[in-house]
């Protein structure tokens, strides 16, 4: 008998358990981590799978059927269309608000803020897609903003997504316009404020408001309710603002 028993606890154990899969903008990748770890900690058998990317590739994922239970992007735009084609159960909440940042492997003079980019020095400028990435929205519009985009455009080099510019930051362009939240990974320590990344001036673009949904798919799932939840939470807003988001 106390075999059967240990049996069905060890069954009914495994169906509390579960995996979750959520979507997220490239842009809180090095966050994640950090959120995950603090989920886990009411929440430790459930397991968290996150696929990263451009929010509007993995808009165009989640309508063609990709089985996310949560989106968590780079702007409200994305995931409010998903609110209206009723494939996303609840409204857009932002969760944070990004920032753009210069970044270089080289000492620059961050002074000069956007008209730095015009400089002779710098011929490639790496910077998210904007077609796909809302963090690529942002640059362009500050360029626009202090009339310096007409000069530069042709220096412009595209990322798939805000980590992938990053990476082209420090390997393939002098320059990039990244989210600030990735200098603030154990990984980009080397680099110092006002010699390698300073802040792009916040009143050239738009505010980049970050939405989250909780999709069709995950809707009726307790585990993705509670992750949801979780990221609207006091503890997720000090993670985010560890990581240079401003939140409400």
């Not at 799978?49 to 590739?57: A, H, I």
């Not at 969760?95 to 730095?116: C, E, N, P, R, T």
């Amino acid at each position: 008998m106390k075999k059967v028993l240990l049996v069905l606890l060890f069954i009914t154990g495994g169906l509390l358990a579960g995996e979750i899969n959520i979507a997220v903008a490239a842009n809180v990748s090095y966050a994640m981590d950090e959120l995950k770890s603090e989920f886990a900690k009411n929440n430790p058998e459930t397991t968290v799978r996150v696929t990263l990317g451009s929010s509007g590739k993995l808009t165009a994922q989640i309508k063609n059927g990709a089985p996310y239970g949560i989106f968590m992007s780079a702007d409200m735009i994305f995931p409010q269309a998903l609110y209206e084609d009723k494939i996303a159960t609840t409204k857009p909440v932002m969760y944070a608000q990004g920032a753009l940042a210069f970044l270089s492997i080289h000492s620059q003079d961050y002074s000069k803020g956007m008209k730095l980019l015009e400089d002779a020095k710098i011929d490639k400028i790496a910077i998210a897609n904007p077609k796909t990435a809302p963090y690529g929205t942002a640059a362009i519009e500050a360029m626009q903003t202090s009339g310096v985009y007409e000069n530069i455009k042709n220096k412009l080099v595209f990322a798939e997504s805000i980590s992938q510019t990053v990476s082209y930051a420090v390997t393939a362009a002098q320059i990039g316009l990244i989210a600030k939240s990735s200098l603030y990974s154990p990984q980009m320590s080397q680099y110092k404020e006002n010699i390698h990344w300073a802040d792009v001036d916040a009143s050239l673009y738009s505010p980049i408001d970050q939405g989250v949904v909780l999709l069709k798919y995950g809707a009726e799932n307790k585990e993705y309710k509670a992750f949801y939840d979780f990221i609207l939470s006091d503890k997720a807003k000090e993670i985010f603002r560890r990581y240079g988001y401003i939140v409400r």
